[in-house]
Structures are given as C-alpha cells and as structure tokens.
C-alpha cells in the first residue's frame, strides 16, 4: 500500500561540541580543527602519553609496536573518501600521544598447550589463559592507562561456541570490567591487516582515547534538566531447571548532552510476567530501577532532580511499568515512556511534483505522525556535507517507529534528541549510529554482564565495556 504524506517535519542535523567551544555535525573534521572537548583536562590528566599494556601472543609485540606506531602518524583513507578525512596522528589530534609499554611491561602468551590434536584451540583453554592474564594485570593497573589484548587469527577457533553461547569479546569485556580496566581487544584480521590505516586509526583512537577518560565531543544544543535512561535487560536461563535464574536490568543514565556515561545493573526476581527473551517489571521493580537511576543523576547534579526524564526500551511498556515508573519520580519532573521499535514496515521515498522518485534517500530527521503517540523517525538518510552524503550508501533506509507509552512531550522535541543521541556512540568513527546510545549501550551492557562471575550493586563507567 502506497501513502503519500504532506506534511513531513524536519529535524535539524545536530551540532557537536569540540574543544574550544568549537561546533560542527562532522566529528572528525571537527576533531581535526577545534580538538577533544576535553583537551585541557586530558593534558593535565595525562602530561607526557596515554600508557598502553599489552597482553599479546609471544613473538607478536613488534606488530603491536607498529600498531601504536600508525596511531601516533598521518594516514590517508583508501574507503568513504565522501566522509573519512586524514588522520593526523594521535597526539596532533588529542595533544598526547600513545605509548606502548615495554615488552617487559606486558604479558606475553606462550600457546603451543592450547592447541588440541585437531588443529583447534579450546574456548575454555583459551578464556582461562587470558582470564589469568587480565588478572595479573589488575595487580599492575598503576603502570598503564588502556589496556590492548591482541587476538591473532591463528587461535579464532577459540573466539566462540554456540553450544555454550560463548563469545570471547564479551568474556575479555567481562573479565577487565571486573577489575576496573579500560580495555582494547585488537583482532589480528581488523586491526593489524585491514587495508585502510585511516578507517583503523580514527577507530582506535576515538575509543582508546575515550576509554582512557576523554570525550572527544558532546552535543551543542542540550536542555541540561534533562536525562536520558535506557533499558535493557540480561536474562540467564537454567538449562538443568527449565527456568530463569534471574534478570539483571540494565539501567543507563545520560546527561542531556550524552556524556553522563553511566549505568546501574542489579538483580532481580520480580517480574510481572515475560515474553520469550524480553521481561515485564513488576510495578515495585520498575520503581526501584528508576529511583536508582534517579539518584545516579542527583550524585552528578550536586542533588538537583531532572526537570525531564525520557526512558527509552525496545519493548512496550506495561501499566504496572508505567505506573513503576511514575511512583519513582517527582510530581514536578515530566517523563516521556517511549519504546524504540527497529522493524517497521514503512519505507520512504522522495517524489517530485511530476511524480518522479528522487535520486537520494529522504532526509535524516525527518519526521511522520502516523497518529498522536506514534511517529516514524528517519535516523539514516541523507546529510549535507559538502553536497548530499548518504553513510549507508546503497538501499531505502527503514525508520524507526517511536510509540509514546506514556507523557506529551512534543514530538519534534523527542525526535530531535533521539537523533542527536544517535551521534554519541564514541566506539566508532561514523556520523551516526541508527539507534541512540540509550538503547545501543544499554544492549551491550546487559549482554557483557552475561559472563561476569558477581555483579556488585554500584554504578559502573560504560568504558570500562566499549
């Protein structure tokens, strides 16, 4: 079925906030002519280099030398010639360049025991040989500020197993977000051997810098009695039981201007009800999620209460969610329940007054009411960098699907910071992401806290999990 709309709004691509008050909707040009938003602060942090260590297989710490080596140098891109700029070298970049520890000061892996008679490493062999490693390195966090884990190809028969649903990134995330380790995993085919240095450069950079306590940008345009939760949730499932042994919920807190990189997990036993892999809060747990996160918020306002709070999930909410959510806030604070819905149906196209099918994608923003708590939100399209700039390249892109479970925030409001936070994932180099970070970290925190052996009840830095 065919619909034409007439009247679609229009949110304006948001501005970021870089070093020296300078503004732009390109993060790496912006980068490259104002600096980190926290430039300063890093210099006084980190006067002479950011420390990498390493844990590497033994006989690879030249490889890595050269790694950190490209990261301190200019490079051209060879891909998204449209997007991608030069690359200046790190320290011409944030101001402090990298420095790879000696050899002495890292953990090299001896792997010949790893390797079965079938040619293969055993993911167990493997998680207990690096699990061990994180943990001697734990013992020496005052030497380094990053820490890189190099994975060479040879030992990816070790990377996963579907049968015990074992992912060794999400592990290795696991193991250093357990001793409080900012961390790099570096795969030998990604990192070291990928064709374009540019694209692994700014790539490494950008989360090696983040990760070390910087922010390279934050949004310019940002009401600061707002916060942002998004919600995710961790289920683990008893194979010996049939049952649910519990449900950590995952709890993320943002400042408006998406740098309040902050989340609480805890366990729980109490829910109203669930719905294959997603469950339903009770109207008590509901409360007691929002009324932690609400006090992760005042412990960075010096106490204040946010004015507004929109809560973001992929699931709808439930009355007893709703009401949950409710009871946990001030009667003064607005709240907006919105459920971010990633398959839709709906397409758009551009169509001329003859009725020909323009040659671009319609505009990322742009917004359609489909009714008065539903809109279609295109956060993938196109952008104007120096002409018409589609990231994707190729295909119709699909919007987003907002439904308002409960509030009346105005509608072009809630679109334009869903679109904003669509550009504060610091994990990459692109101009967005099609999801905001509430829900895309959210979605990696619940999956890493899968394979931590104890979840403590305090709040955690995300990039302790990037």
């Keep these: 079925m065919l619909k034409q709309f007439s009247q679609i709004l229009n949110c304006t691509e948001p501005k970021l906030l870089f070093g020296n008050n300078g503004s732009g909707i390109h993060p790496l040009q912006g980068l490259i002519d104002y600096g980190p938003f926290s430039k300063s602060n890093m210099l006084s942090q980190f006067p002479d280099s950011i420390r990498i260590a390493a844990i590497l297989p033994a006989g690879s710490y030249a490889s890595l030398s050269k790694l950190v080596k490209e990261l301190n140098t200019t490079q051209y891109p060879k891909e998204r010639k449209k997007y991608l700029k030069n690359f200046p070298g790190f320290k011409s970049l944030f101001g402090v360049p990298l420095e790879l520890n000696a050899l002495n000061g890292c953990i090299e892996l001896n792997d010949n025991e790893l390797f079965e008679a079938s040619g293969n490493i055993s993911h167990h062999a493997l998680a207990d040989k690096l699990g061990n490693a994180v943990r001697a390195m734990a013992a020496r966090r005052l030497e380094y500020d990053v820490l890189f884990i190099l994975l060479p190809e ?34 030998e085919s990604s990192a070291l051997n990928y064709f374009c240095r540019c694209s692994v450069a700014w790539r490494m950079s950008i989360a090696t810098y983040v990760k070390a306590g910087g922010i390279p940008w934050k949004l310019q345009e940002v009401n600061e009695d707002t916060a942002f939760i998004g919600l995710s949730y961790s289920v683990l499932f008893n194979e010996g039981t049939g049952k649910y042994d519990f ?16 989340f609480i997990a805890y366990e729980t ?32 306002h010096c106490g204040r209460i946010p004015k507004r709070v929109i809560v973001h999930k992929t699931t709808h909410f439930t009355k007893d969610e709703v009401d949950g959510c409710f009871d946990a806030f001030h009667s003064d ?53 120096n002409g018409p700039f589609y990231k994707e390249g190729k295909g119709i892109p699909e919007p987003l699907r907002i439904v308002r479970h409960a509030g009346d925030g105005n509608w072009l ?15 990459h180099d692109g101009l967005y992401k099609r999801l905001p970070i509430t829900l895309g970290y959210a979605s990696t925190l619940a999956t890493t806290i899968k394979r931590m052996g104890s979840l403590q009840n305090r709040p955690y830095e995300f990039r302790f999990f990037m």
Aim: aromatic share 8%; proline share 2%.
């Design 247 to 262: 449900i950590t919920c995952c709890s993320q807190v943002f400042d408006a201007d998406g740098t309040g990189l902050e």
């Design 269 to 300: 036993d109490e829910i109203a009800h669930q719905r294959g892999d997603n469950p339903f809060l009770s109207r008590s747990e509901m409360r007691k999620v929002m009324a932690r996160s609400i006090s992760l918020y005042q412990r960075r």
């Design 154 to 187: 040879r030992w990816s028969s070790g990377f996963s197993c579907k049968e015990e649903n074992f992912d060794l990134h999400d592990f290795l995330k696991a193991q250093t977000a357990t001793h409080s380790i900012p961390s790099q995993v570096v795969r």
């Design 413 to 427: 409001d809630n679109a334009q910071a869903i679109l904003g936070l669509t550009k504060m994932d610091w994990n």
């Design 333 to 385: 604070t607005k709240v907006d329940l919105l459920q971010v819905v990633q398959q839709v149906d709906w397409r758009g196209v551009n169509v001329y007054s003859k009725g020909n099918i323009g040659g671009y994608p319609v505009k990322r923003g742009s917004v359609v009411q489909l009714d008065h708590d539903q809109i279609l939100l295109w956060t993938q399209g196109v952008v104007g960098l």
